[in-house]
């Protein structure tokens, strides 16, 4: 326990818990959106909407930090940045009573769902990412990483930062169903080198897009599977040589997924190989 915990945060507004928590809710999620925010859907539950406008939760939530004496005009500043936002009551089962549920859209169209809590004296916990579970506090250096679930992705990433000499604190893993859609939530002692996270960035580029594109037709996915799989690989190979020939390494994981999930486009795949190498 520290000196924090008893005297509670360094703060602007009237509550440890209605508006120093929910500035750093807000602030934590607008580091996990990581770029400018264009559009946020706000859901109160529970306390933080019964009480909550009092305590000034509602300005708390768009993105400052617990001390900027800015917070009482972060609805005017949110406005002459461009951002819109919006409120409404969330409906949530089993919830903590000071429960939020942010939908934040980013300047580059990208999506991102939130749910947190604020649980007293200024520490909260994110609960929820994308509609998946998780359970960590802001508190340390925190790298999350979208995927698939299949072996060797947790072997990557956890080499990645054994390579560069970063410790976890603490690691938890989560999925939506076998083989489906993954997180992982690693807590460091130290900072994630950017370099390290634009190579992760690479792989889970590849992985999500798999999934994403799913919907068009078979002739198309396949064609476009190769060119990003190529768009991909020739950016590592610029940005990161050394870590080119392991991308090319691991394309018989992702062809098996592919092959497992959608064996019509994998044999179309597979053709335009043949195809390109005959060329």
Not at 152 to 167: A, D, P, Q, Y
Not at 250 to 258: G, P, T, W
């Amino acid at each position: 326990m520290s000196i924090f915990d008893i005297v509670g945060p360094v703060m602007v507004g009237p509550s440890s818990s209605h508006t120093a928590g929910a500035v750093r809710i807000g602030y934590i999620c607008y580091k996990l959106m990581d770029e400018p925010i264009y559009k946020v859907e706000i859901g109160l539950y529970g306390s933080f909407l019964a009480t909550g406008k009092g305590h000034g939760t509602d300005k708390a939530l768009l993105g400052m930090k617990p001390d900027d004496i800015r917070v009482p005009q972060s609805f005017e500043l949110a406005k002459e940045a461009g951002m819109e936002f919006s409120f409404y009551e969330a409906k949530l089962a089993h919830a903590n009573p000071n429960t939020v549920a942010l939908h934040m859209t980013g300047e580059s169209g990208r999506e991102l769902d939130i749910v947190a809590e604020s649980v007293g004296g200024g520490r909260i916990r994110i609960c929820k990412i994308d509609g998946l579970d998780a359970n960590f506090s802001g508190d340390y250096p925190t790298l999350i990483v979208h995927n698939l679930d299949q072996p060797g992705h947790v072997t990557e990433v956890t080499s990645m930062l054994g390579h560069k000499s970063i410790n976890i604190a603490t690691m938890q893993l989560y999925r939506a169903c076998p083989g489906g859609h993954a997180v992982m939530v690693l807590e460091c002692d130290q900072e994630v080198p950017k370099e390290s996270l634009k190579w992760l960035e690479h792989l889970e580029e590849h992985l999500k897009e798999i999934v994403n594109i799913s919907g068009k037709d078979e002739e198309t996915l396949a064609k476009r599977l190769e060119e990003h799989r190529q768009e991909v690989h020739d950016r590592i190979a610029q940005e990161h040589p050394e870590l080119a020939e392991r991308f090319r390494e691991r394309r018989h994981l992702l062809d098996e997924h592919l092959r497992e999930r959608r064996p019509e486009v994998y044999e179309l795949v597979i053709r335009l190989r043949e195809k390109k190498d005959q060329a």
